[in-house]
C-alpha cells in the first residue's frame, strides 16, 4: 500500500476552503492485489477545508497485477471537475505528490508538462512550460528535442 500527502489548492495557492473539495485517485485499468480485484471506483483523499492538506492511501502500481496507474481527479462546488494528473505510477511507501511525480517511471515521449519555476534536474523526453511569470518560458528535452 502506499500513502500519498499534499496540499490541495488553487493556482493563486489558497485552499478550496468551503467549497466542498475533493481529490479521487482512481485506478486506470481494473487489476488484482494477492487475492483482491481492484476495480476502477476512485479512492477519496482525506482533506482538511482549511489548510488543503490532503493524504490517501491506495494500493501501490507495483503491488498489482497487471500493474496500474492512476487518475488523479479534483473536484469542487459540486460539479467543477478536472483531471490534474493522468498516468500517475505509485510505488509502495509514504510520498508526498511533487516528489511522486517526479519519483515514478519517466514521462513519455512528446509529454508536456507545466510548473512554476523551472524544470526539476534530470526531466528528460518532455516539453516543459515554466508558467510562473507573465509570459511562459518553453524548456526542451535534454535529449535534443526542440533544437
Do not use: C
Not at 500519498?4 to 487489476?31: M, Y
Not at 492512476?70 to 473536484?75: C, E, I, K, N, S
Not at 508536456?112 to 518532455?126: A, C, D, E, K, R
Amino acid at each position: 500500500m502506499s500513502t500519498i500527502t499534499g496540499l490541495l489548492t488553487d493556482a493563486g495557492l489558497s485552499p478550496f476552503q468551503g467549497r466542498f473539495p475533493r481529490l479521487k485517485f482512481r485506478p486506470v485499468n481494473a487489476t488484482t492485489a494477492d487475492a483482491h480485484v481492484v476495480t476502477r471506483e476512485p479512492v477519496d483523499a482525506v482533506i482538511n477545508d482549511g489548510t488543503g492538506e490532503f493524504s490517501v492511501t491506495v494500493v501501490s502500481s507495483d503491488e498489482t497485477t497487471p500493474p496500474t496507474r492512476y487518475t488523479v481527479t479534483a473536484d469542487w462546488d459540486s460539479g467543477r471537475e478536472l483531471d490534474v494528473i493522468q498516468g500517475l505510477y505509485v510505488p509502495a511507501g509514504n510520498w508526498n505528490l511533487s516528489d511522486l511525480i517526479l519519483a515514478t517511471a519517466p514521462p513519455s515521449v512528446g509529454m508536456v508538462m507545466y510548473g512554476f519555476g523551472p524544470p526539476p534536474p534530470g526531466l528528460t523526453n518532455v516539453l516543459y512550460v515554466d508558467i510562473s511569470g507573465s509570459k511562459p518560458v518553453l524548456y526542451a528535452p535534454e535529449n535534443g528535442g526542440i533544437g
